[in-house]
């Protein structure tokens, strides 16, 4: 049975959520501050963290700087504020999605749905691996090398990355990274794919990739341009 974390110090919230997970399969575990939630990620090892951004003792951004030097654990965040720079904030430090307060019980357990859908089983990680040039892609340890330095990059930039990447003669709308990335399920925008390409493109440009780039089709979306002028 799947383990989920879910850390609010609001009761009532943990309370809900803990029926709807369970309710999804989940064995539910609880934490109320994020000392707290650190120590149950710990002891429990979960597959999926519900973390509220404003708790006592440690806030959800430095549980989730945490996690992430341990984990590539999914990580939805939870705010009562919805402010921009906390968005990206969140997806800048690894959370894989973010939902404000209020919110439908319903519309978190479909976006649990959609991040688990993607997760790849054992037995399925075979020819996950895929190189270009000075880049190489391996999805069995969700890691990315360039001239075989690691690039620090979210789950979430990686999965692009790899759709772009594996997909190469193909542009991408905005909407068909949404749908295949976030989900069916995901109640977002299409701003959403828009703010995760420039953070991986800038992370991406930190390194030289004379040969490769992710390029903006105008009025399209975007592809992974192969650009090989050895002829």
């Known amino acids: 049975m799947p383990i989920m974390l879910i850390a609010d110090d609001n009761k009532q919230i943990t309370s809900i959520l803990e029926e709807y997970a369970k309710n999804e399969g989940f064995d539910v575990k609880i934490a109320y501050d994020g000392k707290m939630t650190i120590e149950a990620f710990s002891k429990y090892k979960p597959d999926i963290v519900l973390l509220d951004v404003m708790m006592p003792q440690i806030d959800g951004f430095e549980v989730c700087r945490y996690i992430r030097k341990q984990s590539n654990v999914p990580i939805i965040m939870i705010t009562a504020r919805g402010e921009d720079f906390e968005r990206i904030m969140g997806l800048d430090i690894g959370a894989d999605d973010y939902i404000v307060k209020p ?17 790849i089983p054992e037995d399925k990680k075979n020819n996950k691996v895929l190189m270009y040039d000075n880049l190489k892609i ?16 979210t789950k979430k930039e990686i999965e692009i990355l790899w759709t772009l990447a594996t997909n190469n003669t193909k542009v991408f709308t905005r909407d068909n990274l949404l749908n295949s990335l976030w989900g069916y399920d995901y109640y977002g925008d299409n701003r959403t794919v828009d703010s995760h390409i420039k953070r991986l493109r800038s992370k991406l440009d930190e390194f030289e990739h004379e ?3 992710i390029k903006t089709i105008w009025g399209v979306g975007y592809k ?5 002028n050895e002829k």
Not at 138 to 153: A, G
């Open 138 to 153: 391996d999805m069995e340890d969700y890691s990315v090398k360039i001239n075989n330095k690691n690039v620090s990059l």
């Open 103 to 119: 919110f439908s019980p319903s519309e978190v357990m479909a976006r649990v749905r959609a991040i688990m859908r993607r997760i």
């Open 224 to 228: 992974f341009e192969v650009n090989d």
């Open 211 to 213: 040969k490769w780039e």
